[in-house]
């Protein structure tokens, strides 16, 4: 670290981008084929904050188009087989991982993370259209006989038909497919809207569902800076049956006041605020592996990062050093240079968000043991930063935090740090670190969260029903249950008299 010596700033070594990768990356831009617009905005490297694409910044007029469209494919699609869908999905699949390193690449180029979480990410979100090719084929459905007799119910599942899936920035290739694959698996029609700030993306992956067969128009892809005029005009459009929504509960609020007017099927996956819980018979080790995962995958821009992490009296002392040591050794940099563990925040508002938590909490009190301060641009740099003894009069106590500060309090009872755990409207995720499995399933029991990760720090899976309670969301993605987000369950009841 260096200091500025006209500012007095103090200036990290970021780590540069490896030549190679850089040389690669660009190549991936220069064959990308996007669409054009009379209007277009920028998308940057929030590395570099160099402008990489533009794209065009579609008018509302432009979203009913593409409804149309989608609209027209979808009918077709509705009535192919489920193995014809299944297969489609396969071979999208495939495509994703002959292509992972351009879509790895890429994801780092707008987003930021570190190259090897881009190729975790590729894994990750290429899951999802592995398991919902494999749950094509198994739609549900069940028979079961009227209880007081004189009929059978027949239960049948319909696709729910033609869905606006709104993405954030931070995972680019997995909130996509987690929304996309199951509702082409269901039979549904998309518009897709990505943010502004990582729409590249989503056009690439899409466009390697074209060349897997996907059928002219089925997934539109709209681009455009004004989100809300694209929500207000496609939720009121009588052909859009379905909303689903992955971003902040602010907005998922608005969604859902909109949704009302057209009585929309919804998913919401919004904002968290996840407690980590560590006592002190974990094993140490573990608990700041899972920790330090748990906070800094995607620089701590993950709805799940580990956001207020309390550490009983007993193990405080000895976690919080061998926390700050692995979090003061993290390397940061571009996403693209070699064994770089944190790239840049997404934009200059996170960083400066960053900055004002980490300034509060100092002020109420709390103790800096690494990091805080911002570091000197170009890009939107944060050091992995560590704060202990946060009292809850400050505001990183409440916040969702999303960037690479650890915010530690301490507790001394069970019951004490449930209470805590619990005193907040959110309910995304939770951590627990014990090597007592009674108390560990008696509180992931008590948290109210919708997935708790047991002596672990990365619990996301496509296998598994992702999803918040409280004001966290509503509906799960990925899992059989994710499925069920794109399908609407009709019975028929069939009177039968008489015996044979
Ligand atoms: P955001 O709510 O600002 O934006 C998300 C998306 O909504 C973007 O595409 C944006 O353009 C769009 N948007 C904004 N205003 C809109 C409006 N009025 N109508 C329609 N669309 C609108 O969130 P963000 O900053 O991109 O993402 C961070 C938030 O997302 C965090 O709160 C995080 O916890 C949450 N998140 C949740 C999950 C989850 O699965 N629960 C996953 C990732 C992120």
Redesign the pocket.
């Known amino acids: 670290m260096t200091t500025d010596l006209t500012t007095g700033a103090q200036r990290t070594e970021l780590a540069a981008a490896n030549p190679e990768h850089a040389h690669a990356a660009d190549r991936v831009l220069r064959d990308l084929e996007l669409p054009t617009g009379p209007v277009e905005f920028d998308v940057r490297n929030p590395a570099t904050d160099e402008v990489i694409a533009k794209l065009p910044d579609a008018e509302p007029a432009e979203a009913l188009e593409a409804i149309a469209g989608a609209d027209e494919a979808g009918r077709d699609w509705a009535v192919t087989s489920p193995r014809q869908r299944a297969d489609t999905l396969r071979r999208w699949y495939d495509l994703l991982l002959e292509h992972a390193e351009d879509i790895a690449l890429l994801i780092t180029r707008e987003m930021g993370k570190p190259l090897a979480e881009s190729r975790a990410e590729v894994t990750y979100g290429s899951d999802f259209v592995r398991w919902y090719a494999e749950q094509a084929v198994r739609p549900g459905g069940n028979v079961r006989d009227v209880p007081a007799g004189g009929g059978t119910l027949l239960t049948r599942r319909a696709p729910v038909g033609l869905s606006v899936l709104?993405?954030?920035?931070?995972?680019p290739l997995a909130?996509a497919t987690r929304k996309i694959a199951p509702a082409l698996a269901a039979g549904c029609p998309v518009i897709i809207?990505?943010?502004?700030?990582t729409p590249l993306t989503t056009h690439y992956s899409v466009g390697l569902a074209y060349r897997a067969g996907v059928p002219e128009n089925l997934i539109q892809v709209i681009t455009t800076t004004n989100?809300?005029a694209?929500?207000e005009a496609a939720l009121a459009d009588p052909r859009v049956r379905k909303v689903s929504?992955?971003?902040?509960?602010?907005?998922?609020k608005?969604?859902l006041r909109l949704a009302a007017d057209n009585v929309l099927r919804s998913s919401m996956?919004?904002?968290?605020n996840a407690p980590l819980i560590v006592f002190d018979d974990a094993d140490l080790e573990r608990a700041v592996n899972g920790t330090y995962s748990a906070k800094m995958r995607n620089g701590g821009q993950?709805?799940i990062a580990a956001n207020r992490i309390y550490v009983q009296d007993g193990i405080a002392d000895a976690f919080i050093e061998a926390l700050t040591e692995k979090m003061s050794n993290a390397i940061t940099g571009d996403g693209l240079a070699d064994n770089v563990d944190l790239g840049p925040l997404i934009d200059g508002r996170a960083g400066a968000s960053m900055q004002r938590l980490v300034d509060d909490a100092v002020a109420h009190g709390a103790r800096m043991l690494t990091g805080g301060q911002a570091i000197v641009g170009p890009g939107n740099f944060f050091p992995p930063t560590v704060i202990d003894q946060v009292p809850t009069t400050a505001d990183i106590a409440h916040s969702?935090i999303?960037g690479p500060i650890a915010a530690i309090q301490r507790f001394s009872t069970q019951a004490e740090v449930l209470q805590r755990a619990n005193a907040t409207e959110f309910g995304?995720a939770g951590y627990v670190f014990t090597e007592n499995l009674d108390r560990a399933l008696n509180l992931a029991d008590a948290l109210q969260t919708g997935l708790v990760g047991i002596n672990q720090g990365a619990p996301s899976n496509a296998a598994a029903p992702?999803?918040?309670v409280k004001q966290?969301?509503l509906g799960r993605?990925g899992s059989d249950e994710g499925l069920d987000e794109y399908q609407e369950i009709r019975f028929y009841n069939i009177a039968r008299r008489g015996t044979a």
């Open positions: 709104i993405t954030p920035w931070n995972f909130m809207k990505p943010a502004t700030l989100a809300a694209f929500s929504f992955t971003g902040s509960t602010e907005v998922g608005v969604l996956e919004l904002g968290g993950s709805c969702e999303f995304l992702f999803g918040g966290s969301g993605e």
